[in-house]
C-alpha cells in the first residue's frame, strides 16, 4: 500500500519498499492474500541466498592462506570426524569432537559464524524434536547423543564449506580418486549453477514485474520459467563442449597440483591422528 | 527427504554406498554410450538444472509453498542414466557444500532420490505412454510418474529409517539411530507424501514437462539420445525396485520383539510409568552426561578443561553473534 507523505511535503510518495537505500536490498512489497505470487518471492529469495554464497565463497580473501590446511587434507579430516563421530557411542568423544569445532567457529568470520551457528541451531533442535517422542518412551540415549551428533557434523561440513573454495573441494575429490566423470560433472554443475541461477533470477524477476495485482495461471508460468530452464542448459551445454572442443578438450581431466603436505598440513595430520587416538582409547575403555 | 547424518548407522550408510557404486557405473557406461561426446557437458549442466529445480516453490492450496524434488522430470527431459548422475551430484552438492542431507547418508539419499525416483518414475512414465500413444498419455505418465516416483523413494527413505531400531541397538535395546520402528516411520513419511507432496512433484513434472514438448521437442529427443525403446527393461527395474521394500519389510517384521508395542510394554511395565515429560527438558539429560563438569569416561582434570573450552566456545559465539546483532541494527 502507497504511504502518504506528512503534511507540508509536495513530493511525490513511494511507496516504503523504494524508498530504501537500494530498491535491491529492501524487503519485496507485500502482495497480500489475493496475490498469489508469494512462491515467486519465495524462490528469488531462495535463489539470491544461493548466488549471494557462491559469489561470497569465490572472493574469500584468506582461501589458500599459509596457516590454512589444504582443502585435501580438511576434507578428509571433515569426513573422518563425521565417521568417527557417527561410529562413538560415548558421549565423551562426541563433546571432545564439538569443542574443537566450536573453538575453530570462534574464530571465523562473524558473516560465516552467523550462518553455521543458525544450521548447527536448526539441525540440533530438529533432532532434538524429532527425537522427543522416542524419549517419551524411556530411550534418553537417542535425546542427548544424536542432537549432539547431528551438529558436530554439522558444523564440520560448514566449517569445511566455508573455508575452502568450492573448486578446491571439487579438486580435492579428484584427488581422492573419485571417478574423472563425476568430478567433472560436478565441476560443470558448479559453475552452471551460478550461471543458470542468475538466468533463473531474471526470469523471475521479470514474471513478476510482469504480474501486478491478481493473477491467473501462475503456476503455468512457473512451469515456462522451468522449461526456459531447461532449454536454456541445453543451449549452454552445445555452447560449452564446442568452447571446449576448441581449447584442444580431449576427453579427459587430468588434476595437477601440489601433492607434498604444507607445515599446517602437518599440524592438522596430527590434530586428526590425536582425535583418532582418543576414538582407540575410549572405545576400548567403553567396551572393557 | 533427505536423510541427515547420524539418523542412519554408518553400516546402513556403508551399504547403501556400496549399492550405488554399481548403480553409478552402470549410468556412466550407459551415458557413455548413449549419449555421444558433444552432449557430455549436458550432464554437467543437468545437474546444475536438477539443484536448481530443488529450489523453485510451487505454490500450494492453503498460500504456502513446497518444492519439488524434480528427480522423474530430469528423467524425463535427460534420460534416466544422466538424471541418475546429474541427481547424485546435485545431492553430493547439497551435502558438501550447503550441509543438506548427511555426507555419510549421501549414498542411502542418492539411492533413494537419484536412483530409485528416477528409474521408477520413468518406468511409469513410458508405460503409460506407450499405452496411449496421444500425447495425452505422455503428459498423463509424467504426472503419474512423479507421483509414483516420489513415493516409491518416500517409502525407500521410510524402510531404511524403520529398520535401524531392529539392526542397530545398544545391547540393552537402546537403539542407536534412529529410534522408530517401521510401524512408526513407513505411516510418519508416507503420509504427507501420499497426500500432499506426491501431487506437488506430479503437477510440477508433468507442467514443465509438457511446457518442453511444446516449445522445444528438438531438444528432448537430443539429450535423451537413443535410448528410448527399452520400455520393458524400465518397467523391470521399476517393478523389481517397487518390490524390494516387500522383501526388507517381510525380513523387519522376523525381529517381532522390537516392533513399537513390546519395547512400550516393556518400558512401562517398568519404572517409566508415570514419567513426567517435564523432567525431559534440556537440561535434564545433560547433567546426567556431565554431573559437576566431568565427562563420562574422560579423566577429570580433562573433563573439567574440556568443559572450559567449550563453555569459553560457546560464549565467544553467543557475544560475537550479539554483538553483530547490534551493529547490524546499527546501520540499518
Known amino acids: ?288 | 527427504m533427505h536423510i541427515p547424518e547420524n539418523y542412519l548407522s554408518p553400516t546402513t550408510c556403508a551399504v547403501m554406498g556400496a549399492a550405488m557404486v554399481p548403480v553409478l557405473a552402470v549410468a556412466i557406461k550407459k551415458v557413455r554410450k548413449e549419449v555421444p561426446p558433444e552432449k557430455m557437458p549436458l550432464i554437467g549442466v543437468g545437474a546444475a538444472f536438477a539443484f536448481l529445480v530443488m529450489m523453485f516453490n510451487v505454490p500450494l492450496p492453503g498460500g504456502t509453498t513446497g518444492h519439488a524434488v524434480g528427480a522423474v522430470l530430469a528423467a524425463v527431459l535427460l534420460g534416466p542414466y544422466a538424471a541418475c548422475l546429474a541427481v547424485t551430484v546435485a545431492l553430493a552438492l547439497q551435502a558438501l557444500l550447503f550441509g543438506d542431507g548427511g555426507v555419510l547418508a549421501l549414498g542411502a539419499n542418492c539411492f533413494n532420490m537419484a536412483f530409485v525416483m528416477p528409474m521408477v518414475g520413468y518406468g511409469v512414465y513410458t508405460l503409460c505412454k506407450s499405452a496411449v500413444k496421444k500425447p495425452a498419455g505422455a503428459y498423463a505418465g509424467m504426472a503419474l510418474g512423479g507421483y509414483v516416483g516420489l513415493n516409491a523413494a518416500a517409502l525407500f527413505t521410510a524402510v531404511e529409517f524403520g529398520l535401524q531400531p531392529a539392526l542397530f541397538a545398544a545391547p540393552d535395546g537402546t537403539p542407536l539411530y534412529c529410534p522408530y520402528p517401521l510401524s512408526v516411520s513407513i505411516p510418519a513419511m508416507m503420509a504427507p507424501h501420499l497426500l500432499v507432496a506426491g501431487f506437488i512433484e506430479a503437477a510440477f513434472t508433468a507442467l514443465v514437462g509438457a511446457f518442453v514438448m511444446k516449445a522445444a521437442p528438438e531438444a528432448l529427443d537430443d539429450a535423451r539420445g537413443g535410448g528410448r525403446r527399452q520400455v520393458a527393461v524400465y518397467a523391470l527395474v521399476a517393478a523389481m525396485i517397487c518390490l524390494a521394500p516387500l522383501g526388507l519389510l517381510a525380513a523387519g517384521t522376523a525381529w517381532g520383539e522390537w516392533g513399537a508395542e513390546e519395547i512400550a510394554e516393556v518400558v512401562t511395565g517398568g519404572k517409566a510409568l508415570g514419567f513426567v515429560p517435564a523432567g525431559l527438558e534440556n537440561g535434564f539429560s545433560f547433567e546426567a552426561l556431565m554431573p559437576d563438569y566431568t565427562v563420562a569416561g574422560l579423566p577429570e582434570t580433562a573433563g573439567y578443561v574440556l568443559c572450559a573450552l567449550f563453555g569459553a566456545a560457546v560464549s565467544i559465539i553467543l557475544f560475537r553473534l550479539l554483538a553483530g546483532l547490534g551493529k547490524r541494527r546499527r546501520t540499518a
Open chain 1, 1 to 288: 500500500m502507497t504511504e502518504h507523505p506528512p503534511a507540508g511535503q509536495s513530493e511525490v510518495a513511494l511507496p516504503a519498499w523504494l524508498r530504501g537505500r537500494d530498491a535491491k536490498d529492501a524487503p519485496l512489497p507485500h502482495r497480500g492474500r489475493g496475490g498469489g505470487d508469494r512462491f515467486i518471492d519465495k524462490t528469488i529469495l531462495a535463489l539470491l541466498g544461493l548466488l549471494s554464497a557462491m559469489r561470497a565463497q569465490d572472493e574469500r580473501p584468506d582461501a589458500g592462506a599459509p596457516w590454512k590446511a589444504t582443502a585435501f587434507w580438511h576434507l578428509l579430516g571433515t569426513l573422518a570426524a563425521i565417521v568417527l563421530v557417527a561410529l562413538t557411542r560415548e558421549f565423551a568423544f562426541v563433546f571432545v569432537v564439538l569443542t574443537c569445532l566450536l573453538l575453530r567457529l570462534c574464530a571465523m568470520p562473524l558473516a560465516d559464524l552467523r550462518k553455521i551457528a543458525l544450521l548447527a541451531v536448526i539441525a540440533g533442535s530438529f533432532s532434538f524434536v524429532i527425537m522427543l517422542p522416542a524419549a517419551l518412551a524411556g530411550n534418553r540415549y537417542s535425546l542427548t547423543m544424536i542432537p549432539a551428533k547431528a551438529v558436530a557434523s554439522v558444523l564440520a561440513v560448514g566449517i569445511h564449506a566455508s573455508t575452502s573454495r568450492w573448486t578446491e573441494t571439487v579438486h580435492a575429490l579428484r584427488r581422492l580418486h573419485v571417478p574423472s566423470t563425476l568430478v567433472f560433472v560436478l565441476d560443470i554443475a558448479l559453475k552452471h549453477i551460478f550461471m543458470l541461477g542468475e538466468f533463473s533470477l531474471e526470469t523471475l524477476r521479470a514474471l513478476k514485474l510482469r504480474s501486478v495485482g491478481r493473477g491467473r495461471g501462475r503456476r503455468g508460468s512457473l512451469a515456462g520459467v522451468t522449461g526456459n530452464l531447461f532449454i536454456r542448459s541445453h543451449q549452454m551445454s552445445e555452447a560449452m563442449y564446442g568452447a571446449m572442443l576448441c581449447r584442444g578438450f580431449a576427453g579427459t581431466y587430468p588434476v595437477s597440483g601440489n601433492v607434498r603436505p604444507t607445515k599446517a598440513d602437518l599440524c592438522y595430520i596430527a590434530a586428526g591422528l590425536a582425535l583418532v587416538a582418543l576414538f582407540l582409547l575410549l572405545r576400548r575403555g567403553g567396551t572393557g
